[in-house]
């Protein structure tokens, strides 16, 4: 009897968690008008200080609840929620950030909800071109009769990783105001610059002091993310031989077309991220900036086998050395640097992270899909600083495009997710 009770107890301490979607879709779209925008060519910590715009809200919402939190210079946001336990149990953080992409204007969100969306094509308003249909979006059926968020056609919506981010403060207010849910201590992180490489780059681990992490950075609902692509960056340099061009014959050598020849000798149906999908790699040119005496090329690598990437780099450095070699005495300078590598292996080694991840998107009532990420998230370059971090579902859509959407219902699960996972981590930890 005691033994059924003591069940009957935890079943209901489950199933009671519920996070009311008005409140977290009101939260959303208050974070999303705020422009956030990260800068791939700063050289500055956060690279755009505008990302600390939200930042500063945060602080002062996360306050406002009476949670211990700081803003730092480089734009990272740090906070705690208290252990309310009498176990010892290990600390968790979760990790969302607050920049957006550069592949799409974020200046003047204006973002529409859509009360229970009838499952026809919606024509966004700003753009009557902009139209997000249901025959190339499946995962729109899913959410007809619910509430979904859009922007309005010149812009992306930002719920990369603007989602998350609601997701993780309407947890916080949750666990706050619910003292009767029962967890260790929880760390929150929000970062800025993750979508140019630079999410993690002045974070204060000690700081941090956590032991284990999820990034609140995935897409649909019931998604857990154990491993990413390993990543580089390649830069080639060409120096062409400049003479002025009405007396050019036989002496000049532009840099700029040997740079479109060796972007013209790249693979047309491998190798290239419109032409891969699933556990295949890819290179791809993301700009090209020059004249004609020296022009660069930038490149990222993505495998999820390191050996393969290694391959992909010796690759493009072969190919664009046999372009060059016909316009001697042009050269070519060639660099490759690490930007993160695969999750999985630490995941691997740190098995009980994803497990208790599994475990809580079961209790919130979802179907548990364990995916790859083709990219990474913060979480792949803080698994191998000491933070075993796996990728956690938000519900966001379309991505660093003007069809950028999320439905209220998978954000809502995200937040309930966390509660969970909370509650989980302290009930499989020993007594004090």
Not at 230 to 235: P, V, Y
Not at 287 to 302: D, L, M, Q, Y
């Amino acid at each position: 009897m005691y033994l059924f009770v003591l069940h009957c107890m935890f079943a209901v301490n489950i199933f009671m968690i519920k996070i009311d979607q008005g409140n977290i879709a009101d939260r959303f779209m208050r974070y999303v008008q705020i422009d956030t925008q990260s800068d791939p060519q700063s050289d500055t910590q956060p690279t755009s200080q505008k990302q600390k715009d939200l930042s500063k809200l945060l602080l002062g919402e996360l306050q406002t609840m009476g949670i211990e939190s700081e803003l730092d210079l480089h734009g990272y946001l740090y906070a705690t929620i208290p252990s309310n336990s009498k176990k010892n149990v290990p600390v968790i953080c979760f990790c969302s950030h607050v920049d957006t992409a550069p592949d799409c204007s974020g200046t003047n969100v204006k973002p529409i909800l859509h009360k229970n969306y009838d499952g026809g094509d919606i024509v966004l308003p700003d753009d009557a071109s902009q139209i997000l249909k249901i025959a190339d979006t499946p995962y729109l059926k899913t959410h007809i009769g619910s509430d979904i968020i859009t922007a309005s056609g010149n812009t992306l919506l930002g719920a990369d990783d603007k989602s998350g981010v609601a997701a993780i403060m309407e947890a916080a207010s949750f666990l706050i105001t619910n003292p009767d849910v029962i967890h260790g201590e929880i760390k929150i992180l929000f970062t800025p610059d993750e979508e140019v490489g630079k999410g993690v780059v002045k974070l204060d681990m000690q700081k941090l002091n956590a032991k284990f992490g999820y990034t609140m950075d995935g897409g649909e609902a019931g998604s857990l993310e154990d491993e990413t692509f390993s990543a580089d960056f390649a830069t080639i340099i060409i120096n062409g031989v400049i003479a002025h061009p009405g007396y050019a014959k036989g002496k000049l050598i532009n840099a700029i077309k040997i740079a479109g020849e060796i972007l013209d000798v790249l693979p047309k149906n491998e190798w290239a991220p419109e032409v891969t999908e699933k556990k295949e790699g890819f290179v791809h040119p993301v700009r090209v900036e020059g004249i004609a005496e020296r022009t660069t090329i930038e490149f990222i690598v993505r495998d999820f086998d390191n050996a393969k990437l290694k391959q992909h780099g010796e690759k493009l450095k072969a190919l664009a050395e046999d372009v060059v070699k016909k316009y001697p005495p042009a050269t070519m300078e060639f660099t490759i640097k690490e930007q993160y590598r695969n999750v999985k292996e630490v995941l691997d080694a740190n098995p009980e992270v994803v497990a208790n991840a599994a475990e809580a998107i079961s209790r919130s009532g979802l179907q548990i899909k364990t995916e790859s990420i083709r990219g990474g998230t913060d979480g792949s370059r803080l698994s191998f600083m000491g933070l075993p971090c796996p990728n956690i579902f938000t519900g966001m859509q379309g991505i660093h495009s003007k069809l950028e959407w999320i439905g209220v219902k998978d954000m809502a699960k995200a937040a309930e997710t966390i509660v969970h996972l909370s509650m989980i981590w302290e009930e499989k930890s020993s007594p004090l």
